[in-house]
């Protein structure tokens, strides 16, 4: 399992970026993909996710309405949309993976921390 995140950089308050999360080495169609983000002094936190099995997509409360999530299954990518930044998004984001059935019954972070394949991360930086 290979994830390689992109799209990072400096933005302005109020501005956009989309990041994009490029996999390869397992069955694209059927694992959910998730986004985290760790901001400087702190731990890392879960931002949205999709299943790619059924569909499923779901947006943290911090960010809902301004970070959207998506995939392209023909290209194995998941972006994440983000509008609206705002200096509190200042963080190095990260993709995972797990198996969709992993994420059945339980809250939607766990299986990816638990047993989620990551990327590296790429930097936002959010200015005043």
């Known amino acids: 399992v290979q994830l390689v995140e992109s799209g990072g950089g400096l933005v302005q308050a109020g501005g956009s970026l989309r990041l994009s999360c490029v996999a390869s080495?397992?069955?694209?169609?059927?694992?959910?993909i998730g986004w985290f983000r760790q901001a400087p002094g702190k731990g890392r936190v879960g931002v949205s996710y999709i299943n790619n099995r059924d569909g499923t997509t779901y947006v943290e409360a911090s960010v809902k309405g301004r970070f959207t999530i998506s995939s392209d299954n023909a290209k194995n990518t998941v972006y994440l949309q983000m509008n609206k930044l705002q200096t509190a998004d200042t963080a190095v984001y990260y993709c995972?993976?797990?198996?969709?059935?992993?994420?059945?019954?339980?809250?939607?972070?766990?299986?990816?921390?638990?047993?989620?394949?990551w990327g590296q991360g790429t930097r936002v930086t959010v200015s005043s």
């Open positions: 995972a993976a797990v198996e969709s059935g992993a994420m059945y019954g339980v809250a939607w972070f766990s299986p990816f921390q638990d047993v989620g394949s």
């Open positions: 080495g397992f069955d694209f169609d059927d694992y959910a």
